[in-house]
């Protein structure tokens, strides 16, 4: 396995949505001084080149602040930059053809809504799984909500770590507790707030006060 369920604890995913003049690396720079332990890079819009300027840089970021880095769902950009890894939803790639490109050594994170899924993911070489969403969110417009008992089931059935995603916040962060999970993945609880460094040190507190 390539990533500890301790990096999992607060797993920040990028958006563009709420940069206000302000760039996305000084953002993710933000959320590492927070505490954040792991940064997920998902972007949508941006063309390659972009897309691989702003990778190669924040990859650079999270190195010096010893914070795993992967992209979502880009394989080809993940192998260009030599990112710590990929995240892929189940409509993407197997796991197993994703490892063949980046090679045993890297990070590979997969979306799962069911057990059944999360059986066939571990099987086929993920490091951990991204289980949700897990309350109703605004950000993936077609998430398909997953409950407590089934977020539950996967932990259970698994035995590689599941972070939790899907409409969390610090308020409702507590109502995961005995679920299983080692952590939390979250956007705009981190990166619509005023106080990026503010939230993600909330969040750290509120997830280990969760999982303790």
Known sequence: MNCKSEDLLVYAVTD????????LYSQVEKALKGGATFIQLREKELD??????????????????????????????????????????????????????????????????TVEQALLAEKQGADYLGVGAVFPTGTKLDAVEVGYDRLQEICKAVHIPVVAIGGITRENIIQLKGSGVSG?????????????????????????????
Not at 191 to 211: G, H, P, R, V
């Open 48 to 113: 390659e080149e972009q897309f691989l300027k702003e990778a190669m840089e924040i990859k650079e970021l999270c190195k010096r602040y010893h914070v795993p880095f992967v992209i979502n769902d880009n394989v080809e950009i993940a192998v260009k930059v030599e990112a710590d890894g990929v995240h892929v939803g189940q409509s993407d790639m197997e796991a197993g053809n994703v490892r063949e490109k980046l090679g045993k050594d890297k990070i590979i994170g997969v979306s799962t809504q």
């Open 184 to 212: 939390v993945a979250v956007v705009s609880a981190i990166f619509a707030s005023k106080d990026i460094e503010a939230a993600t040190k909330e969040l750290c507190n509120k997830t280990k006060e969760m999982i303790g």
């Open 16 to 23: 563009r949505s709420w940069l206000y003049g302000e760039s």
